[in-house]
């Protein structure tokens, strides 16, 4: 696109210089910060270049004054005046009555939080320029709380910056840092000129336009991300990620593993597993099985995600992978979110495996935080002994004093729950200086523009069919009032012999959230099914003992209804559970009512998901929320689910990257910028093998810090 003449802001640093910052980059820990720098740091603003691409989120317009008499109510106007009276009234409240003549017309400005420094500003007589919404009102036409200036400043060329802030950094002050960090940022290209379109916009002039639009291009710029300043931030995101992405991968390359050759006996744990299994392999798992096996053969550490939709069979492949290391003489760990998760992880795989093992004089281990620290330290020590081949726990397998004999596998279930230090302490785990293998598992499938931009670097394994014998659910969406239908459909159920899942988003009453609670629906389903009913209680405050006895119960079917939280959401499997009632079903996110809706449906009775929702006053739910109930009730597929699911929240949201650490796209999107994500992905290799260099100088601007974190 051609460029457009436009006047650019004085950003030279002698006309907004600023002490505080370090000019070079982050000022060292514990240097002594000022409440400004503390409150830059948090915004994530340490280099120069940090600033520079601080994006404003909205503008607004100082660049002309408008007579009082050409404004409408609901104009955000800029006029110039002269104050012709000024009081102090206590009727209704305190407050400051300004009236200002602009020669056209006069206005009344009400001023309800104010200083005596503001107060004398606006004395009878003074000249001022003011800023806010034109409104209509009981004492004529008012602007509520304006912003006020001397009249006589120069009026700016480009329009005004708003940026995101916190408390405690007034905006004045943020953006005189931006201006001054933009005027001081190192802006060459980093990008070669043969591989841009020839008319499009330096990094730099892109910048300083975004920062400070001129009025004739002005409002809609923010929005129309396909204006060229917008398309080069972009590509050079886009570019950053994908050369960040390949740089951890060859870097992996370059790292050295266990070799996991495969025992050369007949008696393997692998083929002992295989055929104490009490079902069949799916084409998908034997597929994913056997990309998993040639992984593990290579002396290059594996980073392979295995995503497989709810039911798809991802543990079972998980200890086909663990049986592989154990058979190569090494140990493999397992680690889960939620303690109820890794138990289910232990209870299956002890079964399967703990027999076999026994022959081999080794076991699997269990590790928790809530252990008593005599059982934590008993199995601790099995794990350094390397008698516990298998440990399977939550985030205590990588505490400090868990130490491995030679860890040759990691598995991480539900991996974008973990944070990125905890993913990176389980690979700090490994013995002999040599890299374990990871394996992460993940019941949300990632739809395909998602894994090429965040996980480039990953090798990706899918698990595409389900198990036979799994049954189709039917999704139902129940307005509160119809409360009483959904207590039949649970009768009806009971008297066949089934069992029920109620889900409720919180587990006690809540002043501030009107919503129905755990305890008090455990209660009412109680006293409405009648005593020869047993309802259960399941919620993550409740002692470890005591939601294993809870578990239990109901996998026995000693317990025929379960009143839960969402700690029931990954890993449960109770194959005669076929009716999921889920609570305020609008206040769950769309990949959340996917994983509850598939606990039930793993037997051979027909299942049902009953999606019970309190519509407004109006008789509505949100636009968002209407979208993900309207997802559930028209697929079942989760990849379908996980599409919607990314439309409607965005990557970040989508990958929990504020858990995850990784690095969100600020300016791009996946959808809409598919061909300048093919772009990226088809130079990244070109510069890192033409141009190393430029490379890395333009990974280090865009992602600086944050670059470590995709290496986890």
């Known amino acids: 696109m051609p460029r457009q003449n436009r006047p650019m802001a004085d950003i030279s640093p002698a006309a907004s210089a600023s002490p505080a910052l370090v000019r070079a980059g982050a000022p060292p820990p514990g240097s002594g910060l000022s409440a400004t720098q503390r409150a830059l740091r948090k915004l994530g603003l340490l280099r120069d270049i940090d600033f520079a691409l601080y994006l404003p989120m909205r503008y ?25 009276a ?3 009234t206590f009727r209704p409240r305190r407050q400051l009555l300004v009236t200002l003549d602009d020669g056209s017309d006069t206005c009344i400005l009400r001023f309800f939080n ?17 800023r806010g919404e034109m409104k209509g009102g009981f004492l004529g036409r008012q602007i509520m709380q304006p912003s006020v200036k001397s009249a006589g400043i120069a009026l700016p060329l480009a329009l005004t910056p708003v940026y995101s802030t916190i408390a405690g950094l007034a905006q004045p002050v943020l953006r005189r840092e931006v201006r001054a960090g933009l005027a001081r940022a190192v802006l060459d290209e980093t990008i070669p000129a043969q591989h841009l379109p020839r008319d499009a916009w330096s990094l730099r002039d892109a910048l300083s336009f975004l920062h400070y639009p001129t009025p004739d291009a002005a409002m809609a710029t923010l929005e129309d991300r396909s204006h060229p300043a917008w398309q080069r931030l972009k590509a050079e995101e886009l570019l950053a990620q994908q050369l960040s992405q390949l740089q951890a991968r060859r870097e992996r390359a370059a790292q050295r593993a266990p070799v996991l050759s495969p025992a050369r006996t007949s008696q393997t744990l692998h083929s002992q597993l295989m055929a104490v299994l009490p079902f069949a392999l799916t084409g998908a798992q034997a597929r994913v099985g056997e990309e998993i096996g040639k992984d593990l053969m290579r002396p290059i550490p594996m980073h392979r995600l295995l995503q497989g939709d709810v039911g798809s069979g991802k543990t079972v492949v998980a200890a086909l992978a663990a049986a592989l290391c154990i058979d190569a003489g090494h140990q493999c760990a397992l680690m889960a979110p939620t303690e109820i998760l890794a138990s289910q992880h232990f209870a299956k795989l002890v079964g399967w495996l703990d027999p076999l093992l ?23 020590a099995a794990v350094e002994s390397g008698e516990a081949a298998l440990v399977i726990g939550t985030h205590a397998v990588i505490s400090e004093k868990v130490r491995f004999k030679h860890l040759a596998l990691a598995i991480i ?7 990125v230090a905890q993913r990176l302490a389980l690979r700090g785990k490994a013995t002999q200086g040599l890299e374990p293998h990871l394996l992460m598992m993940s019941a949300t499938p990632i739809p395909r523009t998602l894994a090429m931009s965040y996980y480039a670097d990953l090798d990706v394994s899918t698990l595409d069919e389900l198990p036979p014998g799994r049954t189709p659910i039917v999704t139902k969406l129940v307005a509160e009032h119809r409360r009483d239908e959904v207590i039949g459909r649970i009768q009806a159920q009971l008297a066949q012999g089934r069992q029920v899942y109620w889900v409720c988003p919180l587990i006690e009453e809540s002043e501030a959230v009107d919503l129905r609670n755990a305890t008090e629906t455990r209660d009412e389903l109680a006293g409405t099914l009648g005593d020869k009913v047993s309802v259960g209680l399941l919620h993550s405050r409740m002692p470890t003992a005591e939601k294993q006895a809870v578990m239990a119960g109901f996998t026995a079917g000693t317990l025929q209804v379960l009143v839960s939280t969402t700690v029931i959401e990954v890993g449960v499997d109770v194959p005669n559970a076929s009716l999921m009632v889920i ?8 990949s959340q009512l996917h ?22 006053e109006g008789g509505r739910v949100g636009e968002t929320a209407r979208a993900r109930l309207r997802a559930m009730v028209e697929t079942g597929d989760g990849f379908e ?10 990557p970040g949201e989508f990958l929990g990257a504020r858990q995850s650490g990784a690095p969100l796209l600020r300016f791009a999107d996946l959808e809409a910028d598919a061909l300048l994500l093919d772009w990226a992905r088809e130079l990244a290799p070109k510069m890192l093998g033409l141009h190393p260099d430029l490379a890395q100088k333009h990974v280090d601007r865009w992602l600086g810090s944050k670059a470590e974190y995709l290496k986890a």
Not at 641 to 649: C, K, M, Q, S, V
Request: charged share 35%; glycine share 10%; with cysteine.
């Open 595 to 616: 994983q509850l809706r598939g606990r039930v449906g793993r037997g051979a009775a027909a299942s049902a998901c009953v999606l019970l929702y309190a519509p407004n």
């Open 114 to 130: 104010f200083y005596p420094s503001q107060q004398k500003q606006l004395e009878v007589g003074a000249r001022v320029r003011v």
């Open 60 to 84: 607004e317009d100082e660049t002309r004054i408008v007579r009082l008499v050409d404004t409408r109510d609901g104009d955000l106007a800029q006029v110039e005046g002269v104050v012709v």
């Open 86 to 88: 000024s009081e102090v």
């Open 583 to 590: 609570e305020h079903a609008e206040r769950f996110g769309l």
């Open 358 to 380: 026994a022959e081999r004089g080794l076991r699997v281990a269990w590790l928790t935080g809530s252990q008593k620290k005599k059982e934590r330290d008993g199995m601790a």
């Open 413 to 419: 279930d539900e991996q974008h729950r973990f944070g």
């Open 641 to 650: 689910i996980a599409r919607r699911d990314l439309e409607i929240r965005g």
